[in-house]
């Protein structure tokens, strides 16, 4: 990793490398410093677990190291973490299933990675981790009993997916679609569509890739450098991958697929059609990597949904939460509203709306879509909070929705109280951009008394 070895043995057995989470350290790792963390803080732990080597800058070495801790002294860590993450790809070079798309890729992720895991031992991206930066810590985590690599691959700015799928052209691959999501960051939706190609041109020579048939936007994806094997999937469109028969069920949406002339029922828990987009293009991927229409059946059903992305929580008295406060665009949005509706028949159903942030030029016609979409729907109540939510709130009013029923907030207390009065049976729906942190406003709302 170009360091030099100043204590310890050469010979020592290493059996993993932890980057800046000392909490998963172990004797038998090798810890990286991360400068983004207090020091004191990442040498507690050292000394608690005392693994088998640091790896730090010279100016940190310090006879607080345990003794039996090799200490190994780099120039730039960030880049002996590289040489080591590409020293071990080199010795593991498994086949690489690569997902992005600007909504869904993390569900995909999971769906294709419940299918996959039937047939392989394989290594996924752990949350959120997904931008060319973050790459290293997945090449570390490779071990000779994985078969399979599956990467979500994330970016924050172009040439982050082209630089990943360097490192790891995608054997297999997928563009879940192409949407707002970053839109404002990187200067408007035709640098997002840019940005996603990086995959398409990124994919191995004779791989595999699937396109979403029904995105206007994943259209203008070029394909004419790819050389390999092109798929589609879709509802409304022709598709080689057609989902059929769409419904929704107690506990998850059930669809049909027509595959090798034969029609297939598959099931997974979660709500939406949004979602049976994600599990079709996750039964694309799986079938190009030889797997069975029973472990795909077995795959996607026993698929757990990652956290909130339309996780239902539990509320106080009969009420029921819907978590969907991961991060927002106009199309999630709107698809996660569709879910909603779809309590309408029995229940009270309330929205609770915050900013979308990232969108840049967008910012305000993508609030106004939202709202233009909410008017639509049977609503018991549409409640807006954050500086650019209220654009949502006055343009439903606007299309047509009750004055009474709409509602406001810039205050988070006064927002709690007014929630804590909905009706003790109602089905409420949580979306906004991380900023907001829902999530912490559903804690709050999950200890509190039940109205009546």
Not at 125 to 153: A, C, D, Q
Not at 196 to 206: H, I, R, S, T, W
Request: aromatic share 8%; with cysteine.
């Amino acid at each position: 990793m170009g360091g030099n070895l100043v204590r310890g043995h050469s010979s020592r057995l290493i059996k993993g490398a932890i980057i800046g989470k000392p909490k998963h350290l172990k004797k038998d790792h090798v810890y990286f410093y991360s400068k983004s963390k207090s020091w004191n803080d990442q040498l507690a732990v050292i000394q608690r677990v005392r693994p088998a080597a640091v790896v730090i800058p010279k100016s940190l070495i310090s006879s607080s190291i345990p003794r039996e801790t090799g200490i190994i002294v780099v120039s730039n860590v960030y880049q002996a973490i590289w040489r080591l993450a590409l020293w071990n790809r080199r010795q593991l070079p498994t086949p690489v299933v690569g997902i992005t798309g600007s909504a869904g890729k993390s569900t995909t992720t999971e769906m294709v990675s419940s299918i996959l895991k039937q047939k392989f031992s394989l290594m996924k991206t752990l949350g959120n981790l997904n931008t060319y930066n973050l790459l290293p810590i997945h090449l570390l985590r490779l071990s000779p009993g994985h078969r399979l690599l599956v990467l979500e691959m994330g970016m924050n700015s172009l040439n982050n997916i082209g630089r990943q799928c360097q490192v790891v052209p995608p054997d297999v691959g997928a563009v879940t679609n192409v949407g707002e999501a970053h839109a404002g960051s990187l200067g408007g939706l035709n640098v997002v569509i840019k940005a996603k190609q990086e995959l398409v041109d990124g994919m191995k020579p004779g791989g595999t890739l699937f396109l979403n048939a029904d995105c206007e936007r994943s259209r203008r994806l070029s394909t004419k450098r790819f050389k390999g094997k092109l798929h589609t999937f879709g509802i409304k469109n022709p598709a080689s991958i057609r989902g059929e028969n769409i419904r929704f069920g107690q506990r998850g949406m059930l669809f049909d697929v027509r595959l090798d002339r034969k029609r297939y029922t598959f099931t997974i828990p979660t709500f939406g059609t949004h979602n049976v987009y994600n599990a079709l293009a996750a039964i694309g991927m799986a079938r190009a990597m030889g797997c069975t229409t029973e472990q795909i059946q077995t795959g996607l059903a026993r698929f757990s949904p990652p956290k909130m992305r339309l996780q239902l929580i539990q509320g106080p008295g009969k009420s029921l939460f819907i978590n969907d406060a991961w991060n927002a665009n106009p199309t999630a949005a709107k698809a996660g509203l569709s879910v909603l509706s779809h309590f309408a028949k029995k229940r009270p159903i309330t929205a609770v709306l915050g900013d979308m942030l990232e969108l840049g030029s967008y910012t305000r016609p993508a609030h106004r879509l939202v709202g233009r979409y909410a008017a639509k729907l049977p609503l018991y109540k549409l409640i807006t909070y954050g500086k650019f939510a209220r654009t949502i709130a006055e343009t439903a009013i606007a299309n047509g929705m009750t004055r009474s029923c709409v509602h406001h907030f810039t205050n988070r207390t006064a927002l709690l109280r007014y929630l804590d009065r909905l009706p003790s049976h109602s089905v409420i729906y949580f979306k906004a951009s991380r900023k907001s942190r829902f999530e912490k406003l559903i804690e709050e709302l999950k200890h509190r008394l039940p109205s009546t």
